[in-house]
């Protein structure tokens, strides 16, 4: 074939190449957004198979949005972090009409208002996620992780079906747009799952979530797109799109750009409306071919939503209306006084197993003794279990009519089950506590705390590992793993040394984390992650952080009455000055700068686009926020700066567009200060 056929022959083959694969497209969303396929299965299959064969006889035209790069690739090692430009929160839940009432008057008291708008939404019961569009082209998606950084699980997001490679929009404004969803497994899906599995004699997941969750953390993307996972988008992080004034027309927008959202969602004006959407529903919910728990309810205005704002956990402007809990029955064996890392001891039910909401529970919480006395709950009883938010497995009641005669009453133990020292209950408290610092259980839970992932992150220090070390005194605080040495850990159970050196470099690089992380894992009560954030902006270390105020603290955004309480009270403990004290010998002690702070970059927004050689996409945004900046993921009139990287998307044209100002690399390189 003589060169001049062969350049014709791949125009041919990219013209219909580009043909098929919008032919494909928009059947794809006729079946998975609109359900309503206008052609038969074998159909679909026969244009899919002459893509491939087409992509297969040309390599080079292959395309990372063409639909048949769903299948994944080779197995991923771990999954990169992903920092969320806009954290995604969690929703304060509610199981009353009269909570709902309540933060209505919340809402129309901050507004000012005498009626508020809302929309409700099936709260489809599966696993929040983060999809990133640029210039149309699906790019990231990513897990809610601890809301503020999330998991890049981008290759199992795109077997999905329903989540479009590409955007059917050519609309600017949403070309490049961050999406939230809920990925799910349908009841049918699930079952046929749980059979594959039970023939293969591997474990039964417990419910359609777990499953989903399982499905997005699987390594191999090539498994994940067996699963037959769905999704259902919800809302948006950034988005540059100015007309979208309420949440109607975010929902409206999602649909017309190829995207699935909800079928039954509906606009609701007053908290009357609101509980009978969540009456109808609940009563409806088993019709449904996913499961839910609960409806969703949001202002619908977005100028009301910034204006109402957050806390450090919740947006003011939503909250998740939870369905009464399924109830089961069973037998208490046994209950047992529990105590946690803070000291509360806590009492819990042993059960006879039973299936509630789909899992198995042998264990539930019983909260304190005033609960107990209350309902009067004994040893031998037979009860009706729930799981309260359709989570943590509670005693609802109490069945007195089958009572025998047997059984037993229950009594707080008056020493820790743990250290066998003191219990205490403090006036004006439910709580019991056992205030021995020392007390192996809260050593336990203080030093898994501290090594967890969002905290210090000290990879192979387990549950397991952690007993060894407090029963044999190797460890009577987190600061004490600091000082152990390489003979100590290889002589315990199932800690060669090869394992106990990998495990002291661990412990070593985590004197490199940062302040946040330090502060979130010495475990001050109410203090998140998110709050631990908040908290290192604004004072720097553990020593400014100690000496802070009552005023000081509440001044900060975010932190109020409570948690400036439990600040104040922890810095005033001995016992906890002393772990700080072994912490800061150690080594630990790391110190944000806030004073004089050098913002240059403040009041500044910049977008950034393709690929930069020196820096990994978080870590420059990172870098520009630390100077000051704001950091968005889409160009409009407010962007002053596009950072250009290699290979970069439409957002290059549409900054040119706009008359913002474009940077180079080494003009980025420059201005932060990196010469």
């Known amino acids: 074939m003589t060169r001049p056929d062969r350049k014709r022959d791949i125009r041919q083959a990219r013209a219909r190449i580009e043909s098929l694969r919008e032919e494909i497209r928009y059947h794809n969303k006729r079946y998975y957004v609109l359900n309503d396929p206008v052609i038969s299965d074998r159909e679909f299959d026969r244009l899919m198979a002459e893509l491939a064969e ?20 080779e197995p991923s090692k771990e999954f990169p972090t992903v920092v969320h430009a806009v954290p995604m929160l969690s929703l304060t839940n509610t ?46 998606g990513s897990t809610r992780g601890d809301g503020t950084r999330g998991d890049d699980i981008t290759p199992n997001l795109r077997t999905i079906k329903s989540i479009p490679l590409r955007l059917s929009t050519a609309d600017s404004d949403l070309l490049d747009i961050e999406v939230r969803g809920e990925v799910y497994l349908s009841r049918a899906a699930f079952k046929e799952l749980n059979e594959v599995r039970r023939k293969e004699g591997e474990p039964l997941f417990a419910n359609p979530r777990n499953a989903a969750a399982g499905s997005l953390k699987l390594l191999d993307s090539r498994l994940v797109a067996q699963r037959q996972l769905e999704i259902c988008t919800y809302g948006v992080g950034e988005a540059s799109a100015a007309r979208l004034t309420t949440h109607v027309d975010v929902l409206s927008a999602l649909k017309d750009i190829g995207l699935r959202v909800g079928e039954h969602w509906e606009r609701c004006d007053g908290p009357g409306e609101v509980l009978r959407y969540c009456e109808v529903w609940a009563e409806r919910k088993g019709g449904l071919p996913y499961d839910i728990d609960g409806v969703v309810v949001k202002v619908d205005d977005l100028d009301s939503r910034r204006l109402l704002g957050s806390t450090t956990k919740s947006p003011r402007w939503a909250i998740a209306y939870k369905f009464p809990a399924e109830e089961a029955m069973t037998t208490i064996i046994d209950i047992v006084a529990q105590v946690g890392r803070t000291g509360i001891v806590t009492p819990v039910a042993v059960l006879e197993p039973v299936e509630v909401s789909g899992s198995t529970v042998s264990r539930a919480t019983l909260h304190n003794i005033d609960e107990i006395k209350r309902k009067d709950i004994r040893v031998g009883d037979v009860v009706a279990i729930e799981k309260g938010g359709e989570v943590i497995p509670k005693v609802n009641r109490v069945i007195v009519e089958r009572r025998t005669g047997k059984e037993q009453p229950f009594s707080m133990p008056g020493k820790c089950p743990s250290c066998k020292g003191r219990l205490v209950r403090h006036e004006g408290e439910v709580a019991v506590r056992c205030e021995n610092v020392a007390c192996p259980a809260q050593v336990r839970g203080r030093i898994l705390h501290f090594a967890s ?113 439990s600040i104040i009270s922890f810095f005033g403990s001995p016992e906890n000055r002393a772990v700080l004290a072994g912490l800061r010998e150690a080594g630990v002690n790391p110190v944000q700068d806030t004073a004089p702070r050098r913002r240059p970059l403040a009041g500044k927004t910049f977008v950034i686009t393709g690929t930069l050689e020196g820096y990994a996409r978080d870590d420059a945004r990172q870098r520009l926020v630390d100077l000051g900046a704001r950091v968005t993921s889409s160009v409009s009139e407010k962007t002053d700066f596009l950072v250009v990287g290699a290979n970069p998307g439409s957002k290059l044209k549409k900054a040119r567009a706009l008359g913002v100002q474009i940077i180079d690399e080494a003009e980025f390189r420059r201005l932060i200060g990196d010469r």
């Open 453 to 565: 992932r969002n905290a210090m992150d000290i990879e192979g220090l387990g549950p397991a590992l952690v007993d060894q070390l407090v029963e044999g005194g190797l460890a009577k605080d987190f600061s004490d793993l600091y000082r152990l040495k390489l003979e100590e850990l290889s002589g315990l159970e199932r800690m060669g040394e090869k394992s106990a050196g990998n495990l002291l470099r661990e412990i070593e690089r985590s004197k490199e984390g940062s302040f946040t992380r330090l502060l979130f894992a010495i475990g001050i009560r109410q203090v998140g992650l998110h709050a631990a954030g908040i908290l290192a902006e604004r004072f720097g270390s553990l020593d400014g952080l100690a000496s802070a105020t009552r005023g000081e603290l509440e001044a900060s955004e975010g932190i109020g009455p409570t948690i400036a309480g």
């Open 54 to 73: 087409l992509e297969a006889r040309y390599p080079a035209l292959i395309t990372p949005d063409s639909p048949t790069q769903r299948v994944g690739g």
């Open 95 to 140: 199981y009353s009409g009269e909570e709902v009432e309540a933060f209505d008057a919340r809402v129309r008291r901050a507004l000012d208002l005498d009626r508020v708008a809302y929309v409700a939404e099936l709260k489809i019961d599966g696993v929040a996620v983060s999809l990133r569009y640029e210039g149309g082209v699906l790019v990231q």
